[in-house]
């Protein structure tokens, strides 16, 4: 075979319990583990079962999938019921953040809370030194002062290390991310090399409890709908467009600044546009009035609504168990974002500001705002609020 990782025996006999989620990254984690010698047991996390047997629920699958790796890889695995803590520890929190027409991340949470926090009691339970997930992120104890450091995954597409910011000190002390170190290609080439039967797997996309159903019918079980006006913001406050209503909005709790589709007002032109013809410019959610139940929209996606200079975040928590000091960092405020340099000030354990030179866009309360220096997660926090100044 052509995998050229360094598999030293230095860990013989040392056990780590594994996340095994079914997918392909964690399944190269239990055998990297392995090779290093660890004891390795496999956990299969059940963290959803209203709707089991649903087209959109894939954990019966992903458990096959799971043993299947657990038996060409030769470890035991165990399947491990985490429903209620997360139904009382994430889902019910999700809940709330919609109801108050914010738009939280559960990812986040649920690291936090079951795979960090249940998981690794559930682990330490069963004698293992350490935990490890198929995250791609990296964790590093800091010579000087002692510290567990987070720091990005080394394959910049993949990193992972925005929903792992709300780890502590104890909970990296105790996990491994052995794909961390490497690239997605190169999971999948040892993957397909050591005949594991999920190594050409789709990534899992979306929220584990909604898995790849519509969004907006999946909250429709929870959420009440209470339909509202659509207003237009695009003119200048105080001119005779401002505020038109333009269309009816199924309640603000289905629908996250920025959003661009499912807004039924497609068939309005821009102003100005060529009567008769001329392209239609799109319409995004720009502001959420929860106390008229009115949905406001811009067109254009620069539109001054759309940006913010500032915000203001809340529920901070920091990697090295206190804030770093004012300054200049960089900031994540949603995934897929690239790093943004920005100010960080007004900073306390329980909440920071950040100024950004560049305007960001569509930032979103209930989304988390993640701080790094450099390839290290400082931490972050929920943002409560953006301003434009």
């Not at 069963?126 to 490890?132: F, K, M, V």
Request: proline content about 4%.
């Amino acid at each position: 075979m052509g995998i050229d990782i360094d598999m030293d025996k230095q860990h013989s006999g040392r056990r780590v319990v594994v996340g095994l989620s079914g997918g392909v990254d964690s399944a190269v984690s239990a055998w990297l583990l392995k090779q290093q010698g660890y004891e390795v047991i496999g956990i299969f996390m059940k963290n959803w079962e209203d709707d089991d047997d649903s087209e959109y629920c894939s954990s019966n699958i992903d458990f096959v999938d799971a043993a299947a790796v657990a038996d060409v890889i030769g470890i035991e695995i165990e399947h491990v019921n985490f429903a209620a803590e997360y139904k009382d520890r994430v889902f019910a929190e999700f809940l709330r953040e919609y109801q108050t027409g914010r738009t939280p991340n559960p990812d986040i949470l649920c690291n936090a809370e079951i795979k960090f926090k249940a998981f690794l009691d559930h682990a330490m339970r069963l004698g293992a030194e350490h935990i490890a997930t198929g995250h791609y992120a990296r964790v590093r104890q800091n010579t000087a002062n002692k510290r567990f450091e987070l720091l990005k995954g080394l394959d910049p597409s993949k990193d992972q290390s925005y929903f792992l910011h709300r780890l502590n000190q104890a909970q990296l002390s105790k996990t491994l991310f052995p794909v961390g170190e490497l690239h997605k290609t190169e999971v999948r080439r040892i993957a397909a090399e050591i005949g594991l039967p999920n190594a050409k797997k789709k990534d899992s996309t979306g929220i584990c409890f909604i898995g790849e159903r519509p969004f907006r019918e999946f909250l429709n079980r929870y959420i009440q709908k209470e339909p509202g006006p659509i207003k237009d913001g695009s003119a200048a406050p105080g001119s005779r467009d401002h505020g038109r209503t333009i269309g009816q909005h199924v309640g603000l709790s289905f629908y996250t600044l920025g959003q661009r589709q499912g807004l039924g007002i497609g068939g309005i032109k821009a102003k100005g546009a060529q009567k008769g013809g001329g392209e239609h410019a799109p319409w995004f959610v720009a502001r959420k009035d929860m106390e008229k139940n009115t949905l406001w929209v811009v067109q254009g996606h620069e539109h001054p609504w759309l940006l913010s200079h500032r915000l203001q975040a809340q529920d901070a928590s920091w990697v090295a168990g206190e804030p770093p000091a004012p300054g200049a960092l960089a900031a994540k405020t949603r995934y897929r974002q690239t790093d943004a340099s920005c100010t960080l000030g007004d900073v306390t354990d329980a909440s920071f500001a950040l100024h950004f030179p560049q305007p960001q866009w569509a930032v979103t309360p209930g989304q988390s705002a993640v701080l790094y220096d450099g390839d290290l997660c400082l931490g972050g926090g929920v943002i409560a609020s953006a301003s434009a100044d």
